[in-house]
């Protein structure tokens, strides 16, 4: 059964970095990416990136370039997104998923799984 957990969410001071953590289990294909997606308090769910597992090709949402980065590391299963320079509008919970298709794309519809979430809290 093919699980993702996020983990690495925290209450944090603007300016500050964390680094959200997304592994998989329970599944054996390299054609899939993940993206991380994020819903802020009365907002949708927004995907902010993917990565594609096999061939490590990236995408951002325009407004968080230069600040976030996603990385994999396929021996782990373990997806990584790091936040830095964090301002009070990143507050929200993040979401990592599995989409079973080959590209990019930061499209909800696109992904089959998903965590269950992790809170990340930007606040002095």
């Known amino acids: 059964q093919l699980q993702l957990v996020e983990s690495g969410g925290g209450l944090v001071q603007p300016g500050g970095s964390l680094r959200l953590s997304c592994a998989a289990s329970?599944?054996?294909?390299?054609?899939?990416?993940i993206g991380w997606f994020r819903r802020a308090p009365g907002k949708e769910r927004e995907g902010v990136s993917c990565?594609?597992?096999?061939?490590?090709?990236?995408y951002y949402k325009d407004s968080v370039k230069g600040r976030f980065t996603i990385s994999r590391d396929n021996a782990k299963n373990t997806v990584y997104l790091q936040i830095n320079n964090l301002k009070p509008e990143d507050t929200a919970v993040y979401y990592c998923?599995?989409?079973?298709?080959?590209?990019?794309?930061?499209?909800?519809?696109?992904?089959?799984?998903w965590g269950q979430g992790t809170q990340v809290t930007v606040s002095s």
């Open positions: 329970g599944f054996t294909s390299d054609n899939y990416v």
């Open positions: 998923a599995l989409g079973l298709f080959v590209g990019s794309s930061l499209a909800r519809t696109d992904y089959d799984y």
């Open positions: 990565i594609s597992r096999s061939d490590g090709s990236t």
